[in-house]
């Protein structure tokens, strides 16, 4: 189990980029795939982007060529650099972990930030 406390959420301007952070209760290393997640009113979470420990990096289609997702996890942190923001990336972006265990992978959420575009 890990607690992830999502920052960086807040009201930008079409065009304007944004870095979301995510910080985590306890070290990320041993995790192998942290990602972000969104979900705006009425329609379902969308994955966002989603890292391994390797770097392997994936994108969903509707952010590809504007994100970049990256972890530090010296710092237990996992990062969202968002460019060339939309109307339509308006959402409550979540951080995510995948815990492996014996059962399966269980997946820890934050309590998520809201993310508005607007001018």
């Known amino acids: 189990q890990v607690q992830l406390v999502e920052f960086g959420g807040g009201l930008v301007q079409p065009g304007g980029s944004l870095r979301l952070s995510c910080v985590g209760s306890r070290s990320i290393s041993s995790i192998n795939v942290m990602g972000w997640y969104r979900q705006a009113p009425g329609k379902e979470r969308e994955l966002v982007a989603s890292?391994?420990?390797?770097?392997?990096?994936m994108y969903g289609d509707s952010v590809k060529g504007r994100c970049t997702i990256s972890r530090d996890n010296p710092k237990n942190t996992v990062y969202l650099e968002m460019n060339s923001l939309k109307p339509e990336d308006t959402a409550v972006y979540y951080c995510n972990a995948e815990i492996v265990t014996f059962r399966g992978i269980i997946n820890n959420w934050g309590q998520g930030t809201q993310v508005t575009v607007s001018s």
């Open positions: 890292v391994t420990n390797d770097e392997l990096t």
